[in-house]
């Protein structure tokens, strides 16, 4: 356990640094608007591009198993929503941001960083491959259901386009299709560029978990919201869990896939909830409370996910 603990503390104690640093000096919000330019279009790209392009194609292949790990965050997007529609009778706005905060997970900032310091660098292909299948879930999600949850009722062919930009132009999803691209013609970039991209790939980790730290510091927590009591359990425990039981059932996969997959859906709720919330303008404070104490917390769910992964196999 001291092992795992070991692996995963300077991880989180880059978050911690940033947040220190976002206490202490009043800087500018607008700069860190740049360093998340820089890790969401340029240094986890980059990543992602080299590890998978170093792949053999025939690891990409794993159909079944995909669906599972995206029926399983589908089921407990549905849960959380229908919990937040039906029971709490909270309108279907709010209850879509709940939704997201009990599945949709940081697996873009530290899933990479933390499933590569983990498992080694073979788990880039099925952090990858379920990011893509994650994110078109929400990027399809999110929109319709505001839609639907609008007055002035959207063009449906409007509604369409809005989502399948957003798929299409993702910058993780275009470096995965390149990487993929890569690893079919075995392509091998010249050595200025590989040396340039290996630098910014080296930057993803740290920069990405300072930023958000910095994030967390910025927008400080004001009240715990009652909903958090069964959204953070579910998103830290029931999601993992019934990730394991769907991914783990599926015949033939590798199991550093069903151990990278799980860690994903153990991560807390990502800073995108926050930023859905923002551009909606519904559950925003909650929201911000969503991720901050699931992220705390998670410190804990995450070491004891590698923990059983490494030493009992899950």
């Not at 983990?118 to 929109?143: K, M, Q, R, S, Y």
Request: proline share 7%; hydrophobic share 55%; net charge positive.
């Amino acid at each position: 356990m001291l092992e795992i603990v070991g692996l995963i503390a300077p991880l989180f104690g880059i978050i911690v640094l940033g947040y220190i640093s976002g206490r202490l000096r009043k800087l500018p919000v607008e700069g860190l608007a740049w360093l998340n330019f820089f890790v969401v279009y340029i240094s986890l790209p980059a990543l992602f591009f080299l590890l998978l392009a170093r792949t053999p194609i025939e690891e990409f292949f794993h159909a079944s198993f995909l669906s599972r790990t995206t029926l399983a965050t589908f089921a407990i997007f549905t849960l959380c929503f229908l919990i937040a529609r039906v029971i709490r009778k909270a309108t279907t706005k709010e209850s879509t941001i709940q939704g997201f905060a009990g599945a949709y997970g940081n697996i873009g900032y530290l899933g990479p960083p933390i499933a590569i310091a983990a498992f080694g660098p073979e788990a880039a292909v099925p952090v990858a491959l379920i990011f893509c299948l994650d994110n078109t879930l929400h990027f399809i999600l999110a929109p319709t259901l505001m839609a639907v949850g609008e007055k002035n009722k959207t063009s449906k062919v409007k509604l369409f386009f809005h989502a399948l930009k957003n798929i299409a132009l993702h910058p993780f999803i275009l470096a995965t299709v390149a990487g993929m691209l890569g690893a079919w013609f075995q392509y091998h970039p010249p050595q200025p560029i590989a040396t340039t991209l290996t630098m910014l790939a080296a930057a993803a980790a740290p920069c990405a978990l300072f930023a958000m730290g910095v994030t967390a510091a910025m927008r400080p927590l004001k009240r715990v919201p009652a909903e958090l009591s069964y959204l953070v359990p579910i998103k830290l425990i029931v999601h993992p869990a019934l990730m394991y039981l769907l991914a783990s059932s599926v015949p033939d996969v590798p199991d550093l896939w069903v151990f990278s997959a799980v860690l994903l859906a153990a991560l807390p709720s990502a800073t995108n909830v926050f930023v859905l919330a923002q551009q909606y303008e519904v559950w925003v404070e909650r929201a911000l409370s969503s991720v901050i104490i699931s992220t705390v917390l998670s410190t804990v769910t995450v070491t004891l996910v590698i923990y059983f992964a490494k030493s009992t196999g899950l």
